[in-house]
């Protein structure tokens, strides 16, 4: 799938933008060769545009709040935008760790209904779109969101986002790719 290739490529770069230590040119230097642009963060969530194909796309991402075990590295929950190819608000999980074939994480927003995943390398998505809205609009109404998986070592790990800023990072991303 082209598009998790974009979100694992996209991910490694925001600790660039979200690390205050880093030099300048560096910075600048990782987003001109990648043209991925940061927008600004809200709370929890940091917002990004970037091009794929000549089209522009946009995403949003958090760090978990918790994460358990807490050696990994590279966990995100991020929702993205390609207006070009008709994919709105696409729910993706990063975990830092490979998931094992027809591994099926999960998803849920504080105590409401939880929703099954598919996984694609340490990359995990919504199963079909309608669902996805809902797990959209449980995020918006929400406080806390949590993904649940297993590693190709049978190691269980579970992460919870905050959803603070959630709804506003989410407006920015709409509006920057309609």
Request: glycine fraction near 4%; charged fraction near 25%.
């Amino acid at each position: 799938m082209k598009f998790s290739i974009l979100c694992c490529a996209l991910i490694t770069l925001i600790p660039m933008f979200s690390t205050p230590s880093l030099a300048q040119e560096d910075m600048a230097t990782a987003t001109e060769e990648n043209d991925i642009q940061p927008l600004g963060h809200y709370s929890a969530w940091r917002i990004y545009t970037a091009t794929q194909d000549g089209e522009k796309v946009c995403f949003m991402a958090a760090s978990p709040l918790y994460a358990s075990p807490t050696k990994r590295k590279d966990a995100y929950l991020m929702i993205a935008r390609r207006p070009a190819f008709k994919e709105y608000n696409v729910v993706s999980v990063m975990t830092g760790v490979d998931y094992p074939e027809k591994s099926t994480p999960t998803i849920g927003v504080d105590n409401n209904k939880v929703f099954a995943m598919f996984a694609q390398k340490n990359t995990a998505f919504i199963k079909d779109s309608a669902k996805e809205k809902e797990v959209i609009k449980q995020m918006i109404d929400g406080n806390i969101a949590r993904t649940v998986g297993k590693s190709k070592r049978g190691t269980t790990f579970k992460d919870s986002y905050s959803l603070k800023g959630f709804t506003k990072a989410l407006d920015k991303i709409t509006k920057e790719c309609p």
